[in-house]
């Protein structure tokens, strides 16, 4: 792993221009199926704090890929999420009248074990004028921009992300209104404390070769961090995971952008915990909504990791109350 995060760094130091690949877009996907779970839930919703579950579905379907979503963001047309083995999921909402549409898609379209280009990725954000994708790998030291139609891709070199380790890479970013971008490793900042996870402050969009500033984020004992997310009324949400005997568990977490300084320990305070067995999994993606009401709605999709038999792919829809201020 380590020849191969050389290489891929040699490769990332290439100057940034756009390459041409044949990815054309897939049509709809009638084999990609939803499944609603709430009236399962009906009469005992899950507990989780200041966050209450307003909707939760399952995505079911033929690819086996398509059962390892990691990122997830919003477009024009609803929402996109990206996966662990090059995959991409475009769907629209499915709170909203008509019919539920999906259609997967495949961000790299080169056999990835025979030509080595990192596929695991772990987050994804979608410029609102261009509908570009940004998109963190987890073992690759720097950004992949992919048009929206997927058909070009640039990359914009980050040396500073090959200072973490192999798979505990970049799990969790965000665009902030302010315009600085925030990543966070999955990694520990020190031996011994395994609370702080490195994060890095750019001052706009990351550039080729940029050096941040640096902060570290300390989250609840046992728990990594794997999304971050702002909310329309400025604060932050992190997402994080645990996984132990008994399976996953997750938390959500909240700060405010003025605690992000460079050196700053930034410690965020949970708002909401989902360990409810019936809709807990292995949650790595995170989007915030403000609803046509004013509210603040917080989606997730979970990465079953292919593991069917265990696991699952879920979306959650969780309205904020206002306990969560």
Same mark, same amino acid.
């Given at each position: 792993?380590?020849?191969?995060? +050389?290489?891929?760094?040699? !490769? ?9 690949? =044949? ?6 996907? @009638? ?9 399962? !839930?009906?009469?005992?919703? =899950? %507990? ?9 579905? %399952? ?19 609803? &929402? ?13 909402? @499915? ?8 259609? &997967? ?16 990725? /772990?987050?994804v954000a979608v410029d609102p004028a261009s509908g570009d994708l940004t998109v963190?790998? /987890?073992?690759?030291?720097?950004? /992949?921009? $992919? ?40 990694? $520990? ?14 001052? #706009? ?8 500033? *640096? ?7 046992? $728990? ?6 702002q909310m329309p009324d400025g604060r932050l949400l992190v997402l994080g995971r ?10 959500? #977490?909240?700060?405010?952008? %003025? ?8 410690? @965020? ?10 809709? *807990?999994?292995? $949650? /790595? ?13 917080v989606w997730l999709v979970s990465d079953s990791n292919e593991m069917v038999w ?5 979306? +959650?829809? +969780? ?7």
């Open positions: 792993m380590r020849a191969l995060k +050389l290489v891929l760094l040699i !490769l990332a130091l290439v100057p940034v221009t756009w390459l041409s690949a =044949p990815n054309p877009p897939r049509p709809r996907d @009638p084999a990609i199926q939803l499944v609603d779970l709430m009236p399962s !839930l009906q009469g005992s919703l =899950p %507990q989780m704090g200041a966050l209450r579950l307003a909707g939760a579905w %399952q995505i079911v379907g033929q690819h086996r890929r398509l059962g390892t979503l990691s990122g997830l963001a919003q477009t024009s047309s609803g &929402f996109v999420a990206v996966g662990d083995r090059g995959n991409v999921l475009w769907f629209t909402r @499915p709170d909203r009248p008509g019919p539920w549409l999906a259609r &997967f898609d495949r961000l790299i379209r080169l056999d990835w074990r025979k030509h080595r280009f990192p596929t695991d990725a /772990e987050a963190a790998y /987890e073992d690759l030291p720097g950004l /992949e921009v $992919y048009s929206h139609d997927l058909v070009r891709r640039r990359s914009i070199p980050l040396p500073v992300l090959a200072e973490w380790p192999d798979n505990q890479g970049p799990e969790a970013k965000a665009r902030l209104a302010d315009g600085r971008t925030l990543i966070v490793g999955e990694t $520990y900042s020190g031996w011994l404390d395994r609370t702080r996870h490195p994060g890095l402050i750019f001052r #706009a969009a990351p550039q080729p070769y940029e050096e941040p500033a *640096r902060f570290e984020l300390v989250m609840p004992p046992g $728990y990594r961090p794997c999304e971050l997310a645990h996984f132990g005997l008994t399976g996953f568990r997750s938390v959500i #977490a909240a700060f405010t952008p %003025q605690q992000l300084r460079p050196g700053a320990k930034v410690t @965020p305070h949970v708002i909401a915990r989902i360990d409810d067995p019936r809709i *807990r999994d292995n $949650y /790595e993606g995170m989007t915030v909504t403000r609803e046509a009401d004013g509210s603040q709605v265990a696991q699952r792919t879920l979306l +959650l829809k +969780l309205r904020i109350g206002p306990e969560a201020r």
